[in-house]
């Protein structure tokens, strides 16, 4: 008797999409681990950032990209309100924990770090039974309508299989770990472990079992920014494949398909970002050693130029100076008029000037990419940026 969503290989269309991946990801090694550019780190928080964000987003928990790189860098929030912020910094705390075990090469994702994973996310809900499997029954109703549209595996039934799952995730022959982070992540999800909290943290072990397989720099190779961009295609496509209730008989192909096409996607995305901000940054090198600043300071203009609001402790992160040393390079920046600064104290940050826009405006990159099941067509994805500037 088949007890989990199971798929057996992928066929060779989804074995095409899997390979064009691969082929991109090749592509990003050269500027990550091959040839590491000085702006490399900061993408990566970026990117980071934008996952962390678009996880959160899912559940209706919103936090703006300036904020989302305080939480990244372990900084005080400028907007985001205490309950808000806390829940952000849980899924960070969580990520962080992830990235730091799988540098271990034994290891592996078991029940213990399933129950960390979920208590880092919760901790700060104590409703949410953090680090502790439902006590009975539970259910997903639609937030607008009330609707019960999914209901968690009968409780008599759960360990059980969430021993299963883990199972498969450590020791299942399965070739593509593109898959097997997949199918982890629907058995999750269906399965609906957890009293709340299910949807943040079968995407963190989904992260989890890709990071786990060596896969170089692990910031880039999440699709939660693709989730949390194409929100209502993750929510159709989780009710098409689960149909309400456990049901491991049902078809996977679609949730497979949707996994498969946001990894090709967001390995385009990032790709892309990489070419574009290679451009950018040469350009601003150029404008700042025109001025006889020095080179560092360009890493504070290329925050502002990809439309993410600088702050001194986020600069102080790029540059890798001191606050007050970061102060004067800002300041230096805006005395030039390549930087705009926005509000006071705590709350100063720091945008583009038009000169800084001009640049990156000239500089972008096509947007289109192909769909990986479109035989080849070209099609625009929703691809637009979860914050409006950085796209």
């Avoid at 999409?17 to 550019?37: F, K, S």
């Avoid at 199918?183 to 995407?203: K, Q, S, V």
């Avoid at 961009?229 to 078809?251: H, I, K, S, T």
């Avoid at 705590?346 to 000037?353: D, E, F, I, Q």
Wanted: hydrophobic letters at 40%.
């Amino acid at each position: 008797m088949i007890m989990l969503f199971t798929y057996r290989a992928l066929d060779d269309e989804e074995t095409r999409v899997e390979e064009a991946t691969a082929r991109i990801r090749d592509n990003l090694r050269r500027y990550v681990a091959a040839e590491p550019r000085r702006w490399t780190g900061l993408l990566a928080r970026m990117t980071r950032a934008r996952a962390l964000a678009g996880s959160n987003s899912v559940e209706g928990i919103n936090v703006s990209e300036e904020d989302a790189i305080a939480a990244i860098d372990r900084e005080d929030p400028s907007t985001t309100d205490r309950d808000t912020w806390l829940a952000v910094v849980g899924y960070r705390e969580a990520m962080d924990y992830i990235l730091q075990r799988r540098q271990s090469e034994s290891f592996r994702i078991t029940e213990d770090v399933l129950l960390a994973v979920h208590f880092m996310i919760c901790r700060s809900d104590l409703a949410a039974n953090p680090g502790q499997y439902r006590l009975g029954w539970v259910g997903v109703r639609n937030s607008r309508t009330g609707e019960l549209v999914h209901e968690g595996v009968d409780r008599d039934r759960l360990e059980a299989l969430v021993h299963e799952v883990l199972d498969y995730v450590n020791d299942a022959p399965v070739e593509s770990v593109f898959l097997r982070a997949a199918m982890t992540h629907l058995n999750l999800a269906m399965l609906h472990p957890f009293t709340d909290g299910n949807g943040r943290t079968a995407r963190c072990i989904q992260t989890a079992v890709l990071a786990s397989d060596g896969i170089v720099a692990p910031e880039f190779s999440s699709i939660e920014e693709y989730i949390g961009r194409n929100q209502q295609a993750y929510y159709d496509v989780l009710a098409e494949v689960g149909g309400g209730a456990w049901d491991p008989m049902r078809n996977a192909k679609p949730w497979v398909r949707f996994c498969l096409s946001g990894h090709y996607l967001q390995a385009a995305t990032i790709l892309r970002r990489m070419q574009e901000v290679e451009r950018i940054y040469g350009e601003l090198s150029e404008l700042v050693e025109a001025n006889g600043f020095p080179d560092r300071s360009a890493m504070a203009l290329l925050q502002a130029a990809l439309g993410s609001k600088v702050r001194n402790s986020s600069y102080r992160v790029s540059a890798d100076v001191s606050k007050n040393l970061a102060s004067r390079d800002l300041k230096m920046l805006v005395d030039a008029e390549l930087l705009v600064p926005e509000g006071e104290k705590r709350g100063r940050a720091y945008g583009p000037a038009p000169v800084v826009v001009a640049i990156r405006q000239r500089l972008r990159l096509s947007r289109r990419i192909e769909d990986p099941f479109a035989d080849g067509r070209v099609a625009q994805p929703r691809q637009e940026s979860l914050f409006p500037e950085t796209a």
